[in-house]
C-alpha cells in the first residue's frame, strides 16, 4: 500500500515539476495541471475506499468533470491561439487581449 501512496505523490511531484519547468509550450503547461489534478483524484478515491465513504469517490468525479472543462476550454484557446498566430508558445498569448 506504501508503494501506491508513494507513486501517487511521484505523479504529483512530476506535474508540479512539469507546471513550473514549463516556459513556452502550453501544451505542456496543460499536461502538468492534468497530472497534478490526477494524482489528487487518484489519493481522493483510495482514501475514499479504505475510509470506507464515498464522498471522496463523489469529490474525485467532481475534480474529474473540471478538470475535463478546464482542459477543454485551454485546448480551445490554444487552437484559436494557434490560428491566429501559428504557434504554441506562451509568450504569444498576451496577443490575444481584446
Known amino acids: ?5 508513494f507513486f501517487f505523490i511521484c505523479v504529483f511531484f512530476i ?12 501544451i505542456l503547461l496543460l499536461i502538468a495541471i492534468e497530472l ?10 483510495v482514501y475514499s475506499v479504505l ?8 469529490f474525485a468525479l ?5 478538470a475535463a ?5 485551454g485546448l480551445a484557446i490554444l487552437l484559436i491561439n ?7 508558445f506562451i509568450s504569444f498569448i498576451n496577443l490575444l487581449k481584446g
Open 1 to 5: 500500500m506504501f508503494s501506491l501512496y
Open 15 to 26: 506535474g508540479i515539476f512539469g507546471f513550473f519547468l514549463t516556459k513556452k509550450h502550453v
Open 36 to 45: 497534478l489534478l490526477l494524482a489528487a483524484n487518484l489519493l481522493l478515491s
Open 51 to 58: 475510509l470506507d465513504d464515498l464522498f471522496g469517490q463523489m
Open 62 to 66: 467532481i475534480v474529474l468533470t473540471i
Open 69 to 73: 472543462a478546464e482542459s477543454a476550454v
Open 82 to 88: 494557434f490560428r491566429l498566430r501559428g504557434s504554441v
